[in-house]
């Protein structure tokens, strides 16, 4: 009778420890959130995406738009049966605006402005905030941009502009 009860004890052992096999709630919700963590930090390398990047891509999506606005100004005016012909400003801002929601910068030739990031130094200069700071600064800090009335074109004044 007692070997009958030695062994329902061992067998009884043999169960519960097939039942413990495999890993702990704990040590499921540790794994998943340093899995998470390592997501977090390696996907803007693994897509390329950086605050610089983001910010040169926004910037040349404004240029770009400006130029295709400037474009349609033009188109609109040969459509009309005028000489071609392009705005005298890209906006009603003073010079020295910093663009804003009251201040839309490129009024003129985009529908709705641009409302951050830019500052417009005079009626045909235009600063785009490169580093991010909220402050015009000297060029290559900042990036520079010349609109030239006569041709129509808004380009990258390399040595800044006035």
Do not use: H
């Not at 340093?34 to 390329?48: K, Y």
């Amino acid at each position: 009778m007692y070997i009958m009860i030695v062994n329902r004890l061992i067998n009884k052992d043999k169960k519960v420890r097939r039942v413990e096999r495999g890993f702990t709630l704990i040590e499921l919700i540790l794994v998943v959130a340093i899995l998470g963590i390592l997501a977090v930090s390696a996907l803007p390398n693994m897509f390329g995406t950086t605050l610089t990047n983001a910010r040169s891509s926004s910037m040349n999506g404004v240029v770009g738009a400006v130029q295709a606005g400037i474009a349609m100004y033009a188109a609109t005016e040969a459509a009309g049966g005028n000489n071609i012909s392009y705005p005298a400003t890209l906006d009603s801002a003073a010079a020295g605006a910093t663009a804003s929601g009251s201040t839309p910068l490129f009024g003129t030739v985009l529908q709705n402005g641009v409302t951050s990031q830019w500052f417009k130094k005079s009626s045909t200069c235009y600063v785009y905030d490169t580093n991010g700071n909220g402050t015009m600064d000297s060029s290559p800090t900042d990036t520079y941009f010349l609109y030239t009335v006569a041709t129509g074109t808004f380009a990258l004044a390399s040595s800044g502009c006035t």
